[in-house]
């Protein structure tokens, strides 16, 4: 199977962390996009993860849902439509939304079937820069909100729009901001801002300069405050340095980060889940390509993720799992691969954390979606009642005849989930195990020498300098799954994301398992493109990333 070349729109380019805030079809770029091939038809299961979970999970679904799809009509004038988001009473969606009749991008209100449409920050806002994301509390009376737009090197602001007497009837609305602390280390002071359950905590992502003097991604969990004419962050912690914090779990202990370089396997984009009571943390995603946000049901037992899963574009570097040697000297890639290939990146997918340890791939939300010219963006978000879900899409295909502009409302509702579990008891864990915000430095962790876990070792050589520059060999090693690898790989870094990268590799795969990797004459930058090529082979399963 070829997948086709993606032809990008122009329109802004937003990346990784800021990836789930992609209007429109894709981006632009300077360079012609990848082209990915893969020989066998679509994965029906991942392979094997070198650190399975303590207990031998489930290898199937506990349940196989059925999953029927609904366009939400809008009103004719409406031309944009972005980040949709259920109410607290499950009964409306808030959505960033264009208008012939309004000007710029503010925040409406309109029912699943196209009733109730109201717009409830055109009499405060002019709408540029524009309002979006918005984030409903579980009060029924405000709404979180950025204001501008947001890249991977710059932040919008955020506010909550407080509704009179609620969302549901906003006859007053007000928009009062959010003030977030900065000292000398913050390159960023806020992005990706999410509510707790129950509304007095949210939690958001700061990009600070680390040990190497290098921007990183820190998630941070904060009391919200309201003052007198704006909100205060209280007592901020940072609960995670590998990445941005997408969201909490249903009763508030947990909180799940996109590690999207700094994840437990070399070059595979995964969500991890954060225990604020410990601060431990355990992985949720498994497949070997780009999984982004995740979205935990009401239950906590079902998760939707915006994944690039089967499509094969990171997959090409994950699919022989490995230690995550590469970390954040990766960067230059990944951000050129999601800039520049957004086909099929950021789909709705429908998972549970045990399917995934077990291989399973999920279920698809938008069968027959792609085919028709329309491509999945997130956040896919939950509604209370557990069983229906929204989410929009962008046109990536003129074929597609949309009367909207170019983007929809989806809500899918999905069938034989069984019985939702009880409601999640909220809780507001202590977080004095987490350092406080102010003054802190990112460490800096390059990875080391060690033995596999079951046999043979990986040596790392590290050469740090204006340059960063890693080889890690390995020599029968293998952490399990019959997994057993030989060969060496390279990455040489100069100047962060945005900088240069090259990146060689042959590494052969044996054991219980047969394939390999190679990387020729990969080189370039995230902005100026790449050159080279990337294949790799898991038990039959070819996967070729042609870059330049």
Known sequence: ??????????????????????????????????????????????????????????????????????????????????????????RSVVVSARSTEFPGMQIVRVDPDGSNFACLTCAIAEGEPPLMKPIAFDDGQRVLIRIGNQTPFTNGDHAVLECTPSVAQCDQAELVPI??????????????????????????????????????????????????????????????????????????????????????????????????????????????????????????????????????????????????VLGAAISPLALYLFNTYRDELLEPWLITAEGEAGGEVGVLLNPGSVADGWEGRMIPNWN???????????????????????????????????????????????????????????????????????SGSMEVVVTDGDELSITVTYTGFSDGDELVLDGTETITNAGGPTGSLTYTADITVSGGHSGYLRATGVSGTAAGGFTGTVESELDGRTVTLQLG
């Not at 029906?44 to 196989?64: F, G, I, M, N």
Request: with cysteine; aromatic share 6%; charged share 20%.
């Open 384 to 454: 209370v009642d557990g069983r229906r879900i929204v989410f929009w899409e962008a046109a990536v295909d003129s074929a597609a005849g949309s009367a909207d502009a170019g983007s929809r409302l989806v809500v899918a509702t999905v069938d034989g989930l069984g019985e939702p579990g009880p409601a999640a008891t909220v809780t507001s864990p202590d977080l004095t195990w987490a350092p406080t915000l102010t003054g802190f430095v990112p460490p800096a962790d390059l990875p080391a020498s060690r033995e596999g876990l079951v």
């Open 1 to 90: 199977m070829t997948r086709r070349p993606l032809v990008l729109a122009a329109t802004a380019s937003l990346f990784v962390a800021a990836c789930s805030d992609v209007g429109g079809a894709g981006s632009t770029a300077s360079s012609p996009a990848p082209s990915v091939e893969t020989t066998d038809a679509a994965a029906t299961t991942a392979p094997a993860a070198t650190d399975p979970p303590a207990t031998e999970p489930s290898t199937t679904l506990p349940v196989v849902p059925t999953v029927s799809l609904a366009v939400v009509p809008l009103p004719d004038h409406i031309t944009e439509v972005q980040l949709p988001w259920w109410t607290a009473d499950g």
């Open 179 to 324: 003030v977030v602390p900065v000292d000398d280390a913050v390159v960023q002071p806020q992005r990706e801002f999410r509510v707790a359950p129950g509304g007095d905590r949210v939690g958001f992502t700061q990009m600070r300069t680390n040990a190497r003097g290098e921007p990183v991604y820190v998630a941070v969990v904060a009391s919200l405050r309201r003052a007198e004419d704006h909100y205060e962050l209280d007592d901020p912690r940072v609960v995670s340095h590998k990445g941005e914090l997408k969201e909490f779990s249903a009763d508030g202990s947990t909180v799940y980060i996109s590690s999207f370089v700094e994840g437990p396997e070399a070059g595979n984009g995964d969500v991890v889940a954060v225990d604020l009571v410990t601060g431990d943390e355990r992985r949720i995603t498994y497949y070997p390509d780009y999984d982004e946000p995740v979205e935990p049901s009401p239950d906590g037992h079902w998760f939707t993720v915006g994944s690039a899963r089967t499509a094969g574009l990171f997959e090409a570097i994950a699919q022989v799992r490995r230690p995550n």
